[in-house]
């Protein structure tokens, strides 16, 4: 016979996150992080991207039931069969985007993202911006609000916002975005290799600062940044039958 599914329950300061995670608490029982088969996160996709920042140093799965505002990243909550949902739950395995800023003051930060690093411009002049790709350099000058890489589980979140293109997971692609780009007007993105380097580098820092964030980590007054893959951590989620990521992610790009 097989051991049960321990399972831990992870919950949004939502008054119907909290309710929900004492009411499966008590049905299924609860063991800590570190001793779960699954991790089950309570609450909308923000919730959802800090409890996976919580497991970059774990493989434990996590399983997400929407009890927040947004949830495309989550499951419809339900509190019956969830140890059969876990049991047949398909899996979808992503990789961060690691962040490296070098500041105004030459102090070197470091910062991981799931769903996209973005530059924006601090004050009401525009950034201006050097973009290289694997050492070349691709856009000599860009004038805008600001620039992002989406991974692909993120390019449907802020990157589909700023009128990018939504990856499929398997697609092994960066969504590389401009954000209201004045000069050159026309220029619209590019897809990029998963393994691509990126580089952003801010020109006119003392007249157009510039701000970083990976996810919800902001570095100000930046004076270059680092973009890339790395594919030495494994994120895994779990999503209910026939509603995988990858289901959703299609899904979107027909909605209407």
């Known amino acids: 016979m097989a051991d049960p599914v321990r399972l831990a329950f992870l919950a949004s300061d939502r008054p119907e996150a909290q309710a929900a995670r004492q009411a499966l608490s008590r049905r299924y029982g609860e063991v800590s992080e570190e001793e779960a088969d699954a991790v089950i996160a309570l609450g909308g996709d923000g919730f ?9 140093a774990s493989r434990t799965p996590v399983y997400g039931m929407n009890r927040g505002s947004v949830g495309f990243l989550m499951n419809d909550y339900d509190e019956e069969n969830l140890l059969g949902r876990i049991a047949t739950a398909e899996k979808a395995v992503i990789h961060p985007l690691v962040m490296r800023v070098r500041d105004a003051s030459g102090a070197a930060h470091e910062a ?4 996209e690093v973005s530059l924006f411009r601090q004050t ?3 950034a201006k911006l050097r973009i290289q790709i694997d050492g070349k350099v ?5 004038i805008c609000d600001g620039i992002l890489v989406s991974t692909p589980a993120g390019s449907t979140a802020y990157n589909f916002s700023a009128h990018g293109p939504i990856i499929p997971l398997s697609g092994e692609v960066l969504a590389l975005t401009p954000i209201s780009a004045f000069r050159p007007r026309r220029w619209r993105g590019a897809l990029l290799s998963h393994k691509a380097q990126v580089t952003f580098e801010v020109l006119e820092i003392d ?4 701000s970083a964030v990976a996810d919800n980590v902001e570095v100000r007054d930046v004076i270059e940044v680092n973009v890339s893959e790395d594919r030495t951590i494994d994120l895994t989620l779990l999503f209910d039958a026939g509603r995988s990521l990858e289901e959703r992610v299609l899904a979107e790009q027909f909605a209407v």
């Open 48 to 56: 959802m991207l800090e409890t996976l920042h919580r497991r970059l």
């Open 112 to 115: 991981l993202a799931i769903n």
């Open 207 to 210: 007249k157009r600062p510039v």
């Open 138 to 142: 691709r856009l000599a000058e860009l």
């Open 124 to 126: 009401f002049q525009s």
